[in-house]
């Protein structure tokens, strides 16, 4: 089964950066930054940016280094994005929202690393690091000597402009890179599929760490627009939602569960400040549709939700479904789609063959979105990036590890993941599944399904349930889920919890919910 995208051709140099530049030559004094009452135009971030690419230049961190960086949002990260970008080298993302054994860790991973970019306040989060650590304070009477103009480095879309950490199926943090091509690919798309422009004014709310923050950054820099950012390192709903209703932002992309939180504010306090948004894009984590739809069916409620679905080693976006087409009772899960421009969904077996319609298969995705790979891997997961024949020639493509089927409608409807499903008292199951049961029944708010292990380290599961209004009985809980599933899917055990954890990437924390039963909190 495939789902092809639309072929758009694109520019002969399709990089990012060059739209931006392009948009700072038309209107310079246009806002092209908001962040703690500073503003700054795109002919002053383009001049700061150009001077800070020049000194990477001087550095011998051009084309093909990698850069980290590793500042809180403001101002002087987007000049390090840019300034990267403009020299030919790719940005590596050290979230300083991480804990510091996680940043050590992922210090070691990147091959080639050239320098680090920091602040006086997170300098010492990466001062392990073997390379050399710098920040704008320091460098600044340098690089007000340097030009204002853009270096003469030539950029192809072949080459690579981010790499990010994924989780690998070990663990350990894989650093997987994108291409100029495809990035300016997934910009281009929205642009043009959803009508962004100039007054499609942007707020980020994810971590930097997160795959979905880099085009979060950088899609209203590609649109003429203005980026806002918020002075707190930490997702904050409170200030977020006070800046959506204080400026005139039009769009937000964020992870399901923070759409949640922001919902949840505007509920309790009766507002509007979302329902006026143009759109929300967000996803990366199963949908739990009975937590938006009564906001979203709200009379006067004009903001489009795209639910959309993709992976870090294809640049972030794959698909996209209008959360206005979900009909509850007929689609037991939301769907995610159909695919972004010159994108191919396939769903294939074990065998990398294709599944008839309807059926379920492994998701699999080409075109040119497709990454460059994990760098410096070596190991299996390599194997995810792979070709097959199409047409009688090569294809290359990446197999996403998530099953799903393509419906009536043509849509893509992904089911979670292969590997995520576990083998309970003799029978495979997906948490997920439970998960989306949970969230169906009456006085259930929101549910996760965390797998936890017995004293004789047998596997179960355990349900962590969030309760409309008073907590939850165990024992209704689980009568209740009989009705709908088989005995070996309901958990072993239930707790009422007053809010799911997310990570800093604003998804479940499923590794936090474990760990509380592990402990017996």
């Known amino acids: 089964m495939i789902l092809q995208g639309e072929r ?23 806002v092209a930054v908001f962040h703690a009452g500073r503003r700054l135009t795109y002919a002053e971030l383009d001049a700061r940016a150009n001077r800070f690419a ?48 996680r940043l050590r860790l992922l210090l070691e991973q990147v091959p080639g690393l050239a320098l680090i970019v920091a602040s006086p306040s997170t ?40 790499a990010v950490f994924t989780s690998g199926s070990t663990g350990t943090p894989k650093l997987t890179a994108v291409r100029h091509r495809g990035w300016f690919n997934l910009m281009n798309w929205l642009r043009l599929e959803y009508g962004l422009h100039r007054g499609s004014h942007h707020l980020v709310v994810s971590a930097f760490g997160f795959d979905l923050s880099q085009r979060a950054l950088m899609t209203p ?12 390192r930490n997702f904050d709903p409170m200030l977020a939602y006070r800046m959506l209703g204080e400026h005139d932002i039009r769009t937000v992309h964020c992870a399901s569960s923070t759409l949640y939180l922001l919902v949840d504010w505007e509920t309790a306090r009766g507002g509007d400040t979302l329902t006026r948004l143009d759109h929300v894009l967000f996803g990366g984590e199963p949908l739990k549709p009975e937590r938006l739809l009564h906001w979203a069916r709200r009379e006067g409620n004009t903001c489009t939700l795209l639910h959309q679905y993709g992976v870090a080693e294809c640049t972030d976006v794959a698909t996209s479904f209008d959360l206005a087409g979900y009909r509850p009772g007929v ?23 294709g599944v008839a319609a309807g059926e ?117 809980l689980r009568a209740r889920l009989l009705e709908d599933l088989p005995r070996t899917m309901v958990p072993a055990r239930f707790r009422n919890i007053p809010r799911i954890p997310l990570s800093p990437h604003g998804k479940v924390d499923r590794a936090a919910l474990a760990d509380a039963i592990a402990r017996g909190i």
Not at 136 to 155: I, M, R
């Open 221 to 232: 820099l590609f649109c003429g627009a203005t980026q806002y950012l918020m002075a707190s």
């Open 331 to 353: 689609h037991e899960v939301a769907p995610v789609g159909r695919p972004a421009h010159n994108t191919t969904v396939h769903l294939l077996d074990e065998e990398l063959r």
């Open 360 to 476: 379920q298969g492994e998701i699999c995705i080409s075109g040119t979105g497709v990454g460059a790979g994990y760098l410096g891997g070596t190991g299996p997961e390599q194997a995810k990036f792979t070709t097959i024949e199409a047409g009688g020639a090569p294809l290359a493509l990446y197999r996403t590890g998530d099953r799903g089927y393509v419906n009536e409608d043509g849509d893509l409807v992904v089911l979670g993941r292969i590997d995520s499903q576990v083998k309970v008292r003799g029978m495979r199951i997906d948490p997920a599944d439970v998960e989306r049961a949970l969230g169906r029944l009456p006085g259930v708010r929101e549910a996760a399904v965390a797998v936890t292990y017995t004293g004789s380290g047998e596997a179960e599961l355990s349900a962590f349930v969030v309760p409309a209004g008073a907590d939850l009985a165990e024992d209704d």
């Open 54 to 101: 020049h000194f990477l230049a001087g550095r011998g961190a051009g084309r093909g280094a990698k850069v980290g960086i590793c500042l809180d949002y403001s101002p002087d990260m987007l000049v390090a994005i840019l300034g990267t970008l403009k020299a030919g080298a790719a940005y590596v993302p050290f979230d300083p929202a991480y804990p510091p054994a």
């Open 8 to 30: 758009v051709p694109l520019p002969p140099v399709p990089v990012v950066h060059g739209q931006f530049e392009a948009h700072a030559r038309a209107t310079p004094d246009a």
């Open 123 to 162: 300098a010492g989060l990466v001062a392990g690091a073997s390379v050399e650590v710098t920040g704008f304070e320091e460098l600044a009477g340098l690089l007000e000597d340097l030009p204002a103009t853009g270096p003469a480095v030539e950029v192809t879309g072949d080459d690579v402009c981010y």
